[in-house]
């Protein structure tokens, strides 16, 4: 394959490909960079960092206002426009909301600098009779200002910021290309983007004269706030580059092992990937967009279908501790065509190949750590019969990453909220249960692995943390307790040494009738006699359901679909394969074990997942559902259904 310059096509790789994400695959940075290694990678039909791109470059480079810019994006069922050579496609109303936000705040945040039009890439062409015949780019990702003799890249990030890193692989290669790099025609490029996306090299301007020095910010697209990631001349650049990003950017270009995950949503060479598991008819549908679905998503758009959305697009989530005013919306029109851990990809047999802060709660809570010696292991066999055994023993940003996990609680059936979880999935229930997932994650990762004991419960338990957030009170005493009740029926405990154990681990197969990927999270994964068992852990903080065995797949539809993983060979069945789950309250713990190779089971968990998938696969609109969940919803700040002032969201 030979482009019109002569060349193959070009290697082009954004700055930010050397860091590996966490449950990225190596290969996939290989093939998004490589144009001849396969077919075009599927474009998402709505990508809101591409939304806002085009609303700044609208306003810093083309003159128009805001809201002009804004109200330039095109609605759902329009086709998609160009911005300066880039696709935009449609964008939903929350999304065009969070975009007005999100473009207010940075340009307040980068007032004083010089946007510049054309980004900076380094580009190597191949010299004359040279054994290296392709040309490679690497472009600096963010966008681009001067201040001085000073070159800035500003990076967006959706949520608020992390606490201060050190430069990473990818600071560290941007920051190399804005102090040797040279400007890209933005005018050319943009007069035939095509020819540059299917692998011609990119238009170049004249190097002109170097930086003084270089600087990589960091800018919070939500409240504003800053971190300089490098600030140095040209040669401290290339210094930190020789220490920290080439190898990062040499493992990008290398590529390296397939590893089944989110990745694969997008990826050109999906169909000829050995990796990723097929599942044909998996979910039960047929037909429509390419798009990816989990438990986590099922359990938003049981609450309201734009919730759902935003969730899956990435939108940060934030919690205001006042509730919205909340309009009716009718139905939005339907668009023109109508109907409108780490990554493991089929599990092989045994044995082969601190940010947020709640407020301190007054009431005393009614127990302690102390209780749920009780427990309780019920195995339900297909026909339904139970055989039991009873021995002794102010606004927080919440996530702003659109990753796919079902760490959180199932709020209940479809269409109303449940006892497990609340009313919204983010209140207090939802994040004792993260909490508490949380802290039973860790401890099932520890090497070597061994079983929970009270050594290591909560020091305090009126007070204590995990993965950045904290409770108080009788959250915090409510959440102690359940781990305490966890102890008797730790899926660690008595295990074998060497049995492999998976702690969180995400497994993915495509659906490829119906064009998903589905992205699923189990608590823990183990084998014992050479089987797998899947486990999931619901949270029942006002007592445990009174379902038993498949029944409880309508309060936990992470265990049916282990069961529809199991039957479609995702996971490697075995002889003895089984599917637990652990009904976790402050007073006791019970597991209810079922066969996933039993037929009434398997029916049962086809059912529950496909009465799950069918509304969202048909959904083309997403609408709002004002409701009560609308009282913790997340992502109320974006909703078109709630009604805030011009600002900050709140």
């Known amino acids: 394959m030979i482009t019109d310059t002569g060349h193959p096509p070009v290697i082009r790789l954004l700055s930010d490909t050397a860091v590996l994400a966490r449950g990225g695959c190596p290969a996939h940075r290989r093939v998004r960079a490589d144009l001849a290694l396969g077919p075009a990678p599927h474009r998402p039909g709505e990508v809101p960092a591409l939304a806002l791109n085009a609303v700044l470059d609208l306003v810093e480079h083309r003159g128009r206002s805001l809201e002009r810019a804004c109200a330039h994006l095109p609605a759902p069922g329009r086709p998609a426009i160009s911005v300066l050579g880039e696709r935009v496609p449609a964008v939903h109303d929350g999304v065009r909301a969070w975009v007005r936000h999100a473009a207010r705040t940075h340009l307040a945040a980068t007032t004083g600098r010089t946007p510049v039009a054309d980004f900076w890439v380094r580009q190597y062409m191949p010299e004359p009779g040279s054994r290296h015949r392709r040309p490679y780019e690497v472009r600096a990702a963010g966008r681009c200002y001067t201040d001085g003799s000073v070159r800035e890249l500003w990076a967006p990030s959706p949520g608020g910021l992390r606490r201060p890193l050190s430069p990473d692989a990818g600071v560290a290669v ?52 800053t971190a300089v990631r490098f600030d140095g001349t040209a040669d401290e650049a290339g210094e930190l580059f020789a220490a920290k990003g080439r190898e990062g950017l040499r493992a990008a270009l290398v590529g390296g092992a397939r590893a089944p995950g989110t990745d694969c949503l997008t990826c050109g060479v999906r169909r000829g990937c050995g990796r990723l598991p097929r599942a044909p008819g998996l979910l039960g549908s047929s037909g429509g967009e390419r798009r990816s679905w989990s438990p986590t998503l099922a359990r938003e758009f049981a609450l309201c279908p734009a919730r759902a959305h935003f969730h899956a697009l990435g939108l940060p989530a934030v919690i205001d501790r006042r509730p919205p005013t909340i309009t009716p919306l009718p139905p939005q029109s339907p668009p023109d065509r109508g109907d409108g851990g780490s990554a493991a990809g089929v599990v092989p047999p045994p044995g082969g190949a601190d940010t947020a802060t709640a407020p301190p709660d007054t009431p005393e809570a009614p127990g302690s750590p102390g209780r749920g010696t009780g427990r309780t292991i019920v195995r339900v066999d297909g026909s339904g019969t139970v055989e039991g055994r009873t021995g002794g023993v102010r606004r927080d940003v919440v996530r702003a990453d659109g990753a796919e996990t079902d760490g959180g609680p199932w709020t209940g059936r479809p269409g109303a909220p449940g006892r497990t979880g609340g009313s919204g999935g983010r209140g207090s229930a939802g994040v004792v249960a993260e909490l508490v997932r949380a802290w039973l994650r860790r401890a099932h990762d520890r090497l070597p692995r061994r079983a929970c004991e009270p050594a290591d419960l909560p020091v ?116 003895e394969p089984a599917v637990e789950m652990e009904i976790l309250t402050p007073d006791r713990a019970r597991v209810d074990v079922v066969d996933p190779a039993s037929p009434p089971v398997l029916a049962a968990a086809e059912r529950t997942v496909r009465a799950l998938v069918a509304p969202w696969h048909r959904d083309r609109v997403h609408a709002p559902a004002p409701g009560p969940a609308c009282r913790t919803c997340p992502y109320h700040p974006w909703c078109p259904a709630s009604e805030r002032e011009e600002g900050a969201p709140s």
Do not use: K
Not at 178 to 195: F, I
Not at 557 to 573: E, N, Q, S
């Open 460 to 575: 305090d338990p009126s007070r204590w943390a995990c993965a950045g957030r904290r409770l108080f009170g009788d959250r915090a005493r409510r959440a102690a307790a359940m781990l305490a009740a966890h102890i008797p029926v730790c899926p660690l405990r008595d295990l074998p040494a060497g049995d492999h154990v998976r702690s969180g681990p995400t497994l993915t197969a495509d659906d490829t009738d119906a064009d998903v990927l589905v992205v699923h999270r189990a608590d823990v994964l183990h084998h014992r006699r050479g089987s797998w068992v899947h486990r999931t852990v619901l949270i029942a903080e006002d007592g445990p359901p009174e379902a038993r065995g498949p029944e409880l797949f309508a309060d936990d539809p992470r265990a049916a679909l282990g069961v529809l993983f199991f039957a479609a060979g995702v996971i490697a069945a075995g002889p």
């Open 174 to 225: 941007a920051a190399y290309v804005l102090a040797t790099g040279s400007p890209v025609d933005r005018d050319a490029y943009a007069a035939d983007p095509r020819r540059y996306h299917d692998g011609a090299p990119y238009p170049m301007r004249g190097r002109g004269r170097p930086p003084e020095r270089v600087r990589v910010i960091q800018v919070s697209c939500l409240d504003g706030t």
